[in-house]
């Protein structure tokens, strides 16, 4: 795989490559961005409806003042009977219409009556304004006093002037306040009178902004808690995938042995069980390439080191050496080219090429007894034939088959008979060969399927000595097994065992497959 080039600066020398952010820090990023997102959407909603709602009842209060005021102009009006005020926005709300004092014979003394009756509670104010000065205020301890607070009376005699009780808030030198401005006029008194009553919005607040920095600094509290907390379960998380890339690092192509650990029943644990198993068949097929070669290599020694004996001896002058060596460097030449075409045969039968499906056992057991009659030195017959159905591909059945009769044909003296057959039964379909030669020792039954292994251990007979891992491969691909038993009064019965159709089949055999049983032998 390409590396990707250090970045150069201007005089082409190289910069260190920016180094990424690690997984773990983009996650615990991502969930404290959305924990942070959340807590903020949640606090200013929760701010912004406390904060409505304590302006809601200021409002209320205020406008409670306008019934109030009517109420002591004329006493026998019934509360309620002013239509008092309507919200008409935060800058302004309309009232009654002016306060018309009858029962008072001066505006000095309804306005002094009325501050002295209506004392503002904690955190209000009340002003009764003449001609835009100033006059009366509470002499009581409580509420604050706003007859200096030029800002909020010249406000609220400006929304007088147009004749109807406003709300309005005003910022002032005392703070935010909120008030409402009633005109007061009095029969036959050519003054102008306004009634002034305000609320600090800051005090009145002041709990909910209280609220809102309790809850600011526990949001803080749970983030870092988030954080923390997110920081260990993230590594935990992800400690299988750091197992992976340390795993992935050690691994070279001398060393395959380093696994994930596998624990627990999650996704992680399935991964790591997955790489495991593909470093298995990874380890294997190179330790089968390995073994591949090596057995390679050693077979072709024999045959160069022939062929260069030959031609070191040879008398160049002499036409029958000449021909001699001839022979026999073609002879082990057309030996050198059995050899690559059953290698070729052994990397088919351990790939993918299989195409699975019913296999007629009759008319296979009637191929292979065709195929097999031509085959000279040897009286062949067909002692049974199945009558059902197999699941696998028929042409590497047929070739397994052949090969097993092919080498019952090259290990058993000549003119001796040779039997082949089929059955069919619950446990599955058997194929078998069956000879009357020397046999083969029970010491040797499972070693004889590794490649270029022979019983004898002797080259007496052509081959290359792959035969029977091909058939090997073959039944491993097809989930079945090929065993070797005595044959009654002397000789080796080879016997094909597939599983019935309606198993699972696995995948065809793999070269990590063929390593695990020359290792178990």
């Known amino acids: ?53 304590v302006i809601n009842e200021i409002d209320n209060r205020l406008k409670a003042q306008v019934s109030g005021l009517q109420t002591l102009a004329d006493p026998q009006d019934e509360p309620g009977e002013n239509p ?5 926005g935060d800058g302004a709300a309309t009232a009654s219409e002016i ?8 505006l000095e003394d309804y306005l002094r009556e009325a501050v002295t009756s209506f004392v503002p509670a904690r955190n209000e104010a009340s002003l009764a304004v003449i001609d835009g000065v100033a006059r009366y205020k509470p002499g009581t301890i409580s509420g604050f006093d706003i007859s200096q607070n030029s800002a909020i009376i010249d406000r609220a005699v400006a929304d007088a002037e147009g004749g109807e009780s406003l709300l309005g808030t005003v910022s002032t030198e005392d703070g935010s306040l909120r008030y409402i401005s009633v005109p007061v006029t009095v029969e036959g008194d050519q003054r102008s009178g306004v009634y002034i009553r305000a609320v600090n919005l800051g005090a009145e607040l002041e709990p909910v902004t209280v609220a809102m920095a309790t809850y600011m600094i526990a949001a803080l509290v749970v983030l870092v808690a988030i954080g923390v907390v997110g920081w260990f379960v993230t590594g935990r998380l992800l400690s299988p995938i750091r197992h992976l890339r340390e795993t992935a690092d050690a691994i070279t192509i001398a060393d395959l042995s380093p696994r994930l650990p596998e624990q627990g029943n999650d996704d992680i644990s399935d991964l790591s069980r997955t790489v495991n198993s593909m470093l298995d068949r ?21 045959p160069i080191t022939i062929v260069r004996g030959h031609l070191e001896l040879m008398d160049p002058g002499d036409a029958g050496d000449a021909a001699s060596a001839r022979e026999i460097g073609i002879a082990e030449l057309d030996r050198l080219a059995r050899l690559v075409e059953d290698i070729d045969l052994l990397a088919a039968a351990e790939g993918d090429s299989y195409i699975m499906g019913d296999v007629d056992l009759s008319a296979l057991t009637a191929r ?7 085959i000279p030195g040897h009286t062949w017959s067909v002692e049974s034939t199945a009558t059902g159905v197999a699941h696998g591909d028929a042409d590497r059945l047929l070739q397994a088959w052949l090969q097993l009769a092919d080498n019952a044909a090259k290990y058993t003296p000549p003119g001796s008979p040779i039997e082949i057959g089929s059955s069919f039964e619950a446990d ?41 891992a091909i058939v090997d491969a073959i039944m491993k691909g097809h989930s079945g097994t090929c065993t070797v038993t005595d044959t009654p009064g002397g000789g080796a019965t080879f016997t094909i065992h597939l599983p019935p159709a309606a198993a699972e089949l696995p995948a065809p055999v793999r070269a990590g497959d063929v390593l695990q049983r020359e290792v178990s032998a």
Do not use: Y
């Not at 990874?282 to 024999?302: A, M, N, P, Y």
């Not at 292979?368 to 031509?374: H, Q, R």
């Open 282 to 302: 990874l380890e294997g097929s190179v330790d089968v390439q390995r073994q591949l070669l090596d057995d390679v290599r050693h077979e072709l020694k024999t």
């Open 368 to 374: 292979v007894g065709e195929l097999v009659a031509v």
């Open 99 to 106: 306060l018309d004092i009858r029962d008072f014979d001066s």
């Open 428 to 468: 599955g379909a058997r194929l078998w060969v069956r000879d009357h030669g020397p046999g083969i020792p029970a010491a040797a039954r499972r070693r004889i399927f590794n490649r270029f292994d022979r019983a004898s251990g002797k080259r007496t007979v052509g081959g290359s000595g792959l035969g029977l």
């Open 1 to 53: 795989m390409s590396q990707q080039a250090a970045p150069r600066d201007n005089q082409g020398v190289k910069r260190p490559a920016p180094r990424p952010i690690p997984a773990r820090v983009r996650i615990l990023a991502a969930i404290l961005a959305v924990a942070c997102v959340g807590l903020a959407i949640v606090g200013s909603v929760t701010f912004l409806v406390q904060r409505e709602r």
């Open 84 to 88: 008092g005020t309507a919200d008409a």
